[in-house]
């Protein structure tokens, strides 16, 4: 199947369909609307990990490569990582909000800002397995947009980690550095596959996200962001650098590689916002009655649920002589007509011709 970013809870029901008896599920409990809530278990190690995904209905990629990982522990080659580590694995901690493709859940809730109000009976879900599982490890799965780059003069960031902070003040506690030796370790072979690609997420303090609460309370937590990487908008070479990611880190952490390091963790580039889809030049753009000729003009994808697949609409981000932007495509339209300007409204969607065909995706990928 062919996910194509859309990963509702019925693909997921066909996926589970492929595993044999030696992955335990267990339904943890309801989402608002009713849907069932996983709990994957494979392995009898005394290591346990607990790993959750699309808590963000709309981050599908690092679920889609954790169901390829629990396929590739499966292979007998790989049974040794069950012998060393039990994996606690909920593939799908908002379902109602994949199924909408949704950040949030299906009372507009963000899950991952109510770690402390637990409002919401998803979040009460995740922290009741966290109380029970006691993991040594917390891996807390995400995507990204296509609008961060790898520090200022990098590449996309296809991958992003964090070692979520435990305090206001950034404190290096042991939980942190157990995260930050892991992460840097991944980086430091990972980088040879996806050279300059892989960032460092902000790790500016928020009690109320869930991976901030788990390192306070000791417990190691390494944040995955999965994003983009050239042109694949449907993130297919991400997913396989996704599955690689998982498969460096719990070989690390079982052989206790020490490749990692806090100060190497620091050198990754910081995730920066400065990448748009599209910049176009050579456009007369109209706004506020006034005529602005050789403008360059920014163009961002919105992501849309359509008949079961996810469409990218066109919209504006801003213009300007000389933007201070990176794009992923470019287009040079030195064809425009004297009277064929594009009227600039902030956010809105490209919805006219011959522009809402020329900007499409389709012609970029």
Not at 18 to 39: A, D, E, I
Not at 347 to 355: K, S
Request: aromatic share 12%.
């Amino acid at each position: 199947m062919n996910y194509k970013r859309y990963f509702p809870p019925s693909y997921l029901e066909e996926r589970l369909k492929n595993f044999n008896s030696s992955v335990k599920r267990t339904v943890l409990g309801r989402s608002v609307n009713g849907l069932p809530v996983y709990q994957l278990q494979i392995g009898n190690g005394v290591q346990n990990i607990l790993m959750w995904s699309q808590m963000h209905g709309n981050e599908t990629t690092t679920t889609i490569a954790l169901l390829d990982f629990i396929s590739w522990l499966l292979k007998t080659e790989q049974s040794k990582y069950l012998k060393f580590f039990s994996f606690f694995i909920i593939p799908q901690l908002n379902p109602d909000g994949s199924k909408l493709y949704t950040r949030q859940n299906f009372n507009g809730v963000d899950l991952n800002r109510d770690a402390i109000d637990l409002s919401q009976p998803e979040s009460i879900i995740l922290r009741n397995a966290y109380e029970k599982i006691l993991p040594q490890y917390a891996i807390n799965l995400h995507g990204q947009r296509t609008i961060y780059g790898s520090g200022a003069e990098g590449p996309p960031a296809t991958i992003s980690f964090l070692s979520p902070s435990a305090d206001s003040k950034k404190s290096i506690t042991t939980s942190r550095t157990k995260a930050m030796i892991a992460i840097s370790s991944i980086r430091n072979e990972l980088e040879k596959q996806l050279p300059g690609g892989i960032s460092r997420y902000d790790d500016q303090f928020n009690p109320n996200c869930v991976g901030d609460y788990f390192t306070k309370c000791g417990t190691p937590t390494i944040l995955f962001e999965a994003g983009h990487y050239i042109n694949d908008y449907f993130r297919i070479k991400v997913r396989f650098f996704i599955l690689e990611a998982y498969k460096i880190l719990f070989k690390n952490l079982m052989l206790e590689s020490n490749i990692g390091s806090v100060k190497s963790y620091f050198s990754i580039p910081q995730n920066t916002k400065n990448y748009v889809d599209l910049i176009v030049s050579n456009t007369t753009i109209k706004d506020d009655k006034h005529l602005y000729k050789n403008q360059q003009l920014a163009i961002q994808y919105i992501e849309k649920l359509k008949n079961q697949e996810i469409i990218f609409l066109p919209s504006l981000v801003t213009y300007g002589k000389n933007l201070k932007l990176k794009g992923h495509n470019f287009l040079d339209y030195t064809d425009i007509k004297k009277d064929n300007y594009i009227i600039f409204k902030k956010d809105a969607v490209v919805n006219t011709e011959p522009f809402n065909k020329l900007f499409s995706l389709n012609s970029f990928i």
